[in-house]
């Protein structure tokens, strides 16, 4: 695999049969064979030193439909955080292959020049039968005092083995938006039990820009006070799906647990809730098309007293935001949005080490709104 | 009941509940950045290869403009291709068009006021076009001669709006002033009052890009986010303190600046003292612009105060000879060009300095920086004290050094601790050994530029890496002495030491009686 302006070493040997001995040899030769050809181990890409980089383990379970897509996603993320990155494929191997493993590395040339800074790959195969064996291969292969990442990438809480993986790691990020219409609170039960501290979910950290637009939108002492008079919220997200993506029901929780909102039923036109001053409904609807259903448009409505009025609209992976302002007075800007790189948004939360208490409320609120929608 | 933070009719007195601790998103105002002096080196080299990257990486507001302000003669064209040169070569990258739409130029005199008139027609101009609302950020990249005129002028021409109390609901208007503010105590005064005419201090930005480098912010991040270094860090540990600020470039061209400045102006009193109160500061109240500030000129108002005799013992100031640096011959100080054959500048200092404070008192900070010196190299070493009783010395066996934190600033940035250990064998023998973090090795990738920091910064209102008013002040106060005393007596006479080296010999004596030497770089 090479992405451009990426460089990956591959140990010639191949796959083997899984030893923890073997493979770390197989490691250190690889790093003695880069250090002595002059070109490089991969033909000539490199332009001086190989920098061999580790801030954590990174252990990424793949699904294989989900594996081509994601597989750029984590060499941008070895690019951002350097790690030993253990890719997992378990089950696909022909029965009786048993675990198998081979070794690389992914290189990413500096940004000033001058070299390449690498971290290590192993990759670890099995068949159905051997998968229990995964963990303690990983075990026996990470890094000593560096935290270990898990990210799922499996649709769903998945087998034992996972398990396992999740009590090893120091942090595990997961996607609730990978998993079935409707089975999101599972996952967000499984994440307050074990804390938002270890354990985070991706959809929320897709929702920082819109979280921060909206806390800007309001900022000002005069829309401050519209805050209290909500009566009226509109999300649209891409796509046909009748059932809102997880970032949509989340940044809607968000709203109800910050705004002090409670969910007191649905009509045909969405949720109603209720907030201290009087009723509020909320909409969350597909636009019919476009694809992987994210959150595209808020709209936002509140009464007199302090009458306002604002959308916010942005698309895919622009930085800016369209804020149109309808009341108190008209008005239309672009506002920067800090959308991130999906390897950004993984970035961030391994860099994050707090407790998580807006996402619990917001999950929980969340989940309450779920509860409603379904009953119809 | 309502949950914490939820809105009821009424919230007045109520802080934005959406406005939550975690999302820390930096998202800079638009506004116009007029660069004075846009025809000059720091422009070149520095200000616009930091705003192409601060625009490449969306950091900049998709509005915000830039304009150049300087004597030559340039078409807003021209500015832009002149300007693309020192970011990239060869067809106009894609970022670059979209960054160039960005810039434009103004020609004219500092001292003219028309000009500045002229300027202001420009900014409304832009601003109109681009939506930005009257937010200006002007930039002083010239000689500090100048900043005289420029100041005048802009607040003539009113192109500066003065911070109201609320600055989140009008136009702001900032300015950045680079190094040196001022030549001595009475002339920065001067400079501050003049500044103070047209900017309140909150809108003055005073650039001392060092602050800006990440290894420099990582000093704070080091010592008071880590539990284990903060309770050594006192008289009771501590052995001595050296900051090294050298550099292997002589004066490259600034040698009619540099001839009135000299190293002590130019590179001791602004980078050399920031290093010293980063490393002496009390742990803030809280990690924001003037609690930092506070506990920094806390620092700056506890140095020893200097009486000349005590200028002769510990200060050194020398002046290169010709040697040669890194195999290749080097002319010595009065040889370079624009040079007075006898002038009597430094272009090393080195000063053994006292912090009269309860944490301090008795440790010796060291510091020296020079021209032409054998490396490149910044460094704060710590020396940490012996221990108590030597346990090994009955086994023939003496602990070769002291235990030394070495922060590092430029280049190979990073941290690393030396410590003795046990060599493999039969025999006690006790070797010295590094334990080492490099920035590169660890994060993947080389820390950012200091400018693009620190623009940002400013566009965003965040002071806590400028330089306030006070420390500036009590940084010379502290100089003004030295300066004083090297001027009236002849107990201090300039060395010289061969380019190439680490300093003049007499460098080495201020650390003798402390039965230590320069740690080697």
């Given at each position: 695999?090479?992405?451009?302006?990426?460089?990956?070493?591959?140990?010639?040997?191949?796959?083997?049969?899984?030893?923890?001995?073997?493979?770390?040899?197989?490691?250190?030769?690889?790093?003695?064979?880069?250090?002595?050809?002059?070109?490089?181990?991969?033909?000539?890409?490199?332009?001086?030193?190989?920098?061999?980089?580790?801030?954590?383990?990174?252990?990424?379970?793949?699904?294989?439909?989900?594996?081509?897509?994601?597989?750029?996603?984590?060499?941008?993320?070895?690019?951002?955080?350097?790690?030993?990155?253990?890719?997992?494929?378990?089950?696909?191997?022909?029965?009786?292959?048993?675990?198998?493993?081979?070794?690389?590395?992914?290189?990413?040339?500096?940004?000033?020049?001058?070299?390449?800074?690498?971290?290590?790959?192993?990759?670890?195969?099995?068949?159905?039968?051997?998968a229990d064996l995964i963990p303690s291969a990983i075990r026996s292969l990470l890094i000593g005092d560096l935290p270990t990442v898990l990210l799922n990438f499996l649709p769903g809480l998945g087998p034992p083995w996972i398990d396992e993986l999740m009590e090893m790691a120091d942090l595990v990020l997961v996607d609730s938006c990978l998993l079935e219409p409707g089975r999101e609170p599972e996952m967000w039960r499984f994440l307050e039990r074990e804390g938002s501290r270890r354990v985070h979910d991706l959809a929320w950290a897709r929702l920082i820009p819109w979280r921060a637009i909206l806390a800007e939108v309001?900022?000002?002492?005069?829309?401050?006070?519209?805050?209290?008079?909500?009566?009226?919220?509109?999300?649209?997200?891409?796509?046909?799906?009748?059932?809102?993506?997880?970032?949509?029901?989340?940044?809607?929780?968000?709203?109800?647990?910050?705004?002090?909102?409670?969910?007191?039923?649905?009509?045909?036109?969405?949720?109603?809730?209720?907030?201290?001053?009087?009723?509020?409904?909320?909409?969350?609807?597909?636009?019919?098309?476009?694809?992987?259903?994210?959150?595209?448009?808020?709209?936002?409505?509140?009464?007199?007293?302090?009458?306002?009025?604002?959308?916010?609209?942005?698309?895919?992976?622009?930085?800016?935001?369209?804020?149109?302002?309808?009341?108190?007075?008209?008005?239309?800007?672009?506002?920067?949005?800090?959308?991130?790189?999906?390897?950004?948004?993984?970035?961030?939360?391994?860099?994050?080490?707090?407790?998580?208490?807006?996402?619990?409320?917001?999950?929980?609120?969340?989940?309450?709104?779920?509860?409603?929608?379904?009953?119809? | 009941?309502?949950?914490?933070?939820?809105?009821?009719?009424?919230?007045?007195?109520?802080?934005?509940?959406?406005?939550?601790?975690?999302?820390?998103?930096?998202?800079?105002?638009?506004?116009?950045?007029?660069?004075?002096?846009?025809?000059?080196?720091?422009?070149?080299?520095?200000?616009?290869?930091?705003?192409?990257?601060?625009?490449?990486?969306?950091?900049?507001?998709?509005?915000?403009?830039?304009?150049?302000?300087?004597?030559?003669?340039?078409?807003?064209?021209?500015?832009?291709?002149?300007?693309?040169?020192?970011?990239?070569?060869?067809?106009?990258?894609?970022?670059?068009?979209?960054?160039?739409?960005?810039?434009?130029?103004?020609?004219?005199?500092?001292?003219?006021?028309?000009?500045?008139?002229?300027?202001?027609?420009?900014?409304?101009?832009?601003?109109?076009?681009?939506?930005?609302?009257?937010?200006?950020?002007?930039?002083?990249?010239?000689?500090?001669?100048?900043?005289?005129?420029?100041?005048?002028?802009?607040?003539?021409?009113?192109?500066?709006?003065?911070?109201?109390?609320?600055?989140?609901?009008?136009?702001?208007?900032?300015?950045?002033?680079?190094?040196?503010?001022?030549?001595?105590?009475?002339?920065?005064?001067?400079?501050?009052?003049?500044?103070?005419?047209?900017?309140?201090?909150?809108?003055?930005?005073?650039?001392?890009?060092?602050?800006?480098?990440?290894?420099?912010?990582?000093?704070?991040?080091?010592?008071?986010?880590?539990?284990?270094?903060?309770?050594?860090?006192?008289?009771?540990?501590?052995?001595?303190?050296?900051?090294?600020?050298?550099?292997?470039?002589?004066?490259?061209?600034?040698?009619?600046?540099?001839?009135?400045?000299?190293?002590?102006?130019?590179?001791?009193?602004?980078?050399?003292?920031?290093?010293?109160?980063?490393?002496?500061?009390?742990?803030?109240?809280?990690?924001?612009?003037?609690?930092?500030?506070?506990?920094?000129?806390?620092?700056?108002?506890?140095?020893?105060?200097?009486?000349?005799?005590?200028?002769?013992?510990?200060?050194?100031?020398?002046?290169?000879?010709?040697?040669?640096?890194?195999?290749?011959?080097?002319?010595?100080?009065?040889?370079?060009?624009?040079?007075?054959?006898?002038?009597?500048?430094?272009?090393?200092?080195?000063?053994?300095?006292?912090?009269?404070?309860?944490?301090?008192?008795?440790?010796?900070?060291?510091?020296?920086?020079?021209?032409?010196?054998?490396?490149?190299?910044?460094?704060?070493?710590?020396?940490?004290?012996?221990?108590?009783?030597?346990?090994?010395?009955?086994?023939?066996?003496?602990?070769?050094?002291?235990?030394?934190?070495?922060?590092?600033?430029?280049?190979?940035?990073?941290?690393?601790?030396?410590?003795?250990?046990?060599?493999?064998?039969?025999?006690?023998?006790?070797?010295?050994?590094?334990?080492?973090?490099?920035?590169?090795?660890?994060?993947?990738?080389?820390?950012?530029?200091?400018?693009?920091?620190?623009?940002?910064?400013?566009?965003?209102?965040?002071?806590?890496?400028?330089?306030?008013?006070?420390?500036?002040?009590?940084?010379?106060?502290?100089?003004?002495?030295?300066?004083?005393?090297?001027?009236?007596?002849?107990?201090?006479?300039?060395?010289?030491?061969?380019?190439?080296?680490?300093?003049?010999?007499?460098?080495?004596?201020?650390?003798?009686?402390?039965?230590?030497?320069?740690?080697?770089?």
């Amino acid at each position: 695999m090479t992405v451009q302006e990426n460089y990956v070493l591959d140990a010639p040997d191949g796959s083997r049969p899984f030893d923890a001995v073997a493979i770390e040899g197989d490691l250190k030769n690889m790093w003695k064979r880069a250090g002595h050809s002059p070109a490089g181990a991969d033909g000539g890409a490199r332009n001086g030193a190989i920098y061999r980089a580790a801030l954590a383990n990174l252990v990424v379970p793949l699904d294989p439909p989900l594996a081509p897509k994601l597989a750029p996603v984590l060499v941008d993320v070895t690019r951002r955080h350097p790690s030993r990155l253990f890719s997992i494929a378990a089950g696909p191997a022909p029965r009786g292959a048993k675990l198998r493993a081979r070794t690389g590395a992914i290189c990413h040339r500096r940004e000033s020049g001058g070299g390449l800074v690498c971290s290590e790959q192993v990759v670890l195969e099995s068949d159905g039968a051997s998968a229990d064996l995964i963990p303690s291969a990983i075990r026996s292969l990470l890094i000593g005092d560096l935290p270990t990442v898990l990210l799922n990438f499996l649709p769903g809480l998945g087998p034992p083995w996972i398990d396992e993986l999740m009590e090893m790691a120091d942090l595990v990020l997961v996607d609730s938006c990978l998993l079935e219409p409707g089975r999101e609170p599972e996952m967000w039960r499984f994440l307050e039990r074990e804390g938002s501290r270890r354990v985070h979910d991706l959809a929320w950290a897709r929702l920082i820009p819109w979280r921060a637009i909206l806390a800007e939108v309001f900022d000002g002492k005069e829309h401050l006070l519209a805050l209290g008079t909500i009566r009226a919220v509109e999300m649209t997200f891409t796509g046909a799906a009748a059932f809102p993506p997880p970032p949509v029901w989340l940044l809607a929780g968000w709203l109800s647990s910050r705004l002090g909102w409670k969910t007191v039923g649905r009509d045909p036109h969405g949720l109603m809730l209720r907030s201290e001053t009087g009723p509020v409904t909320l909409a969350m609807r597909g636009t019919g098309s476009g694809e992987g259903r994210v959150l595209e448009r808020i709209h936002i409505r509140a009464a007199e007293p302090h009458p306002f009025d604002v959308e916010i609209h942005h698309r895919g992976r622009e930085t800016s935001a369209r804020v149109t302002l309808r009341a108190p007075r008209a008005a239309t800007l672009e506002s920067p949005f800090g959308y991130s790189e999906f390897a950004a948004c993984i970035v961030g939360e391994i860099h994050r080490h707090a407790a998580n208490k807006p996402m619990e409320d917001a999950a929980r609120a969340a989940e309450d709104m779920m509860k409603h929608w379904s009953k119809t | 009941m309502s949950p914490r933070g939820a809105v009821t009719a009424e919230p007045e007195a109520r802080a934005n509940p959406l406005r939550e601790e975690s999302v820390t998103l930096r998202a800079a105002d638009p506004c116009t950045f007029i660069v004075f002096g846009a025809s000059g080196d720091l422009t070149h080299r520095k200000l616009i290869p930091a705003l192409f990257r601060l625009s490449k990486r969306k950091l900049l507001h998709p509005r915000t403009a830039i304009v150049g302000f300087a004597r030559r003669e340039y078409t807003d064209e021209a500015f832009r291709e002149e300007m693309r040169a020192s970011v990239e070569s060869g067809p106009p990258s894609p970022d670059w068009e979209r960054f160039a739409e960005r810039l434009h130029y103004h020609p004219g005199v500092f001292e003219d006021h028309l000009a500045f008139r002229s300027l202001g027609r420009l900014l409304g101009e832009i601003e109109a076009k681009r939506g930005i609302p009257g937010n200006r950020i002007f930039y002083f990249a010239t000689p500090p001669s100048e900043y005289a005129p420029l100041t005048r002028n802009i607040g003539a021409a009113g192109l500066a709006k003065r911070a109201l109390r609320d600055e989140r609901s009008a136009p702001w208007s900032r300015v950045i002033i680079e190094k040196p503010f001022g030549r001595d105590l009475q002339s920065a005064r001067d400079l501050n009052a003049l500044v103070h005419l047209v900017f309140a201090e909150r809108q003055i930005f005073r650039i001392d890009h060092y602050l800006g480098k990440e290894t420099v912010q990582n000093i704070l991040v080091f010592r008071l986010g880590n539990g284990i270094f903060e309770p050594l860090w006192n008289n009771r540990y501590i052995e001595q303190v050296q900051i090294t600020v050298a550099e292997t470039v002589g004066v490259e061209g600034r040698a009619a600046y540099f001839e009135t400045a000299g190293v002590s102006r130019d590179i001791f009193q602004s980078h050399m003292m920031q290093l010293l109160t980063l490393t002496a500061m009390e742990p803030p109240a809280r990690f924001e612009a003037d609690s930092v500030r506070d506990e920094k000129a806390k620092v700056l108002r506890t140095l020893h105060p200097m009486s000349p005799e005590e200028v002769a013992r510990d200060t050194v100031r020398a002046q290169y000879s010709p040697g040669a640096l890194g195999g290749t011959p080097a002319p010595g100080y009065r040889q370079e060009p624009g040079v007075n054959p006898g002038s009597e500048t430094e272009t090393y200092m080195a000063a053994r300095i006292h912090v009269d404070n309860w944490r301090w008192s008795g440790v010796p900070f060291f510091l020296r920086t020079g021209k032409r010196l054998a490396k490149r190299a910044t460094e704060i070493a710590i020396q940490f004290r012996q221990p108590p009783f030597s346990l090994f010395r009955s086994a023939g066996c003496e602990i070769p050094e002291a235990n030394i934190l070495r922060l590092r600033i430029q280049p190979d940035e990073g941290i690393s601790l030396s410590f003795g250990s046990k060599s493999p064998g039969q025999e006690l023998h006790i070797d010295p050994v590094q334990m080492d973090f490099y920035y590169l090795t660890s994060f993947g990738q080389d820390p950012p530029d200091a400018y693009e920091r620190l623009l940002l910064d400013c566009n965003l209102g965040d002071s806590t890496l400028f330089a306030r008013r006070d420390e500036v002040e009590l940084a010379w106060e502290f100089m003004d002495r030295i300066l004083d005393a090297w001027s009236a007596s002849p107990r201090s006479p300039m060395a010289a030491y061969p380019a190439g080296t680490w300093g003049p010999p007499e460098a080495d004596e201020l650390l003798h009686g402390h039965g230590s030497h320069w740690h080697r770089l």
